[in-house]
């Protein structure tokens, strides 16, 4: 099969089926697939806006914690280093999938690698982390904003979660973003459209916790 075929019936099961199972099959041919037939950029996009807001908040006596929330195989997390060095932070990464979650260990980036569900109490301290980025997982097949509450309950305050948003998504939910937003004391700063793959684009939330 050829590499775009294979790209494509990817992209394919897993909005049919966003589970585990389906990123599993695909992890050891994800970066290849995604990343370079599809010419996925999303987390350019996240780490843009995550430099303009955190890269010079830098924690007293320690270094900053981020979570690369629904890490997958690491290609955002392998993209944080082209903005400041590694060797200044602290990054943990989380991901429903073992099997991509493998992916990600090889890379060698991580602090720290859990299996973690976004639609359930995530396994850190409340307000752990410094900032929270999150590129490809808000999709109509994925997550949605009902599972910002685990996310910002681990986020320090004045903290910002910076997420890719697909835009059919947002459409569908943008009453529940706001009210969501709202209910857990944070404020939208922005949401530009932003490159996403090949030609299309998508919403890029900046969200910060008061």
């Not at 994800?30 to 780490?47: A, H, M, P, Q, W």
């Not at 900053?64 to 997390?77: E, K, M, S, V």
């Not at 099997?99 to 299996?115: S, T």
């Not at 982390?129 to 490809?136: E, K, L, Y």
């Amino acid at each position: 099969m050829a590499l775009v075929e294979e790209a494509m019936e990817l992209v394919r099961a897993v909005r049919k089926d966003g589970g585990p199972d389906s990123y599993n099959k695909w992890a050891s041919k994800y970066d290849e697939l995604i990343g370079t037939k599809l010419n996925y950029i999303g987390f350019n996009s996240v780490l843009s806006k995550w430099s303009q807001y955190c890269s010079q908040d830098i924690p007293e006596g320690r270094r900053p914690r981020i979570l690369d929330a629904g890490c997958g195989t690491g290609l955002l997390g392998q993209q944080v280093n082209t903005v400041v060095s590694l060797d200044n932070v602290e990054l943990y990464g989380g991901d429903y999938s073992p099997g991509m979650l493998e992916e990600a260990k090889q890379k060698g980036i991580y602090q720290d690698l859990k299996v973690i569900d976004l639609k359930a109490e995530l396994p850190y301290e409340e307000g752990f982390f410094d900032s929270i980025v999150s590129s490809g997982v808000f999709s109509k097949s994925h997550c949605g904003p009902s599972c910002l509450p685990n996310l910002i309950r681990v986020l320090k305050k004045g903290g910002y979660f910076i997420t890719t948003v697909k835009k059919d998504l947002y459409t569908l939910t943008e009453k529940e973003w706001e009210k969501v937003i709202d209910e857990c004391n944070c404020k939208l700063i922005e949401m530009p459209d932003m490159p996403y793959h090949n030609e299309s684009s998508a919403l890029v939330f900046v969200i910060k916790k008061n």
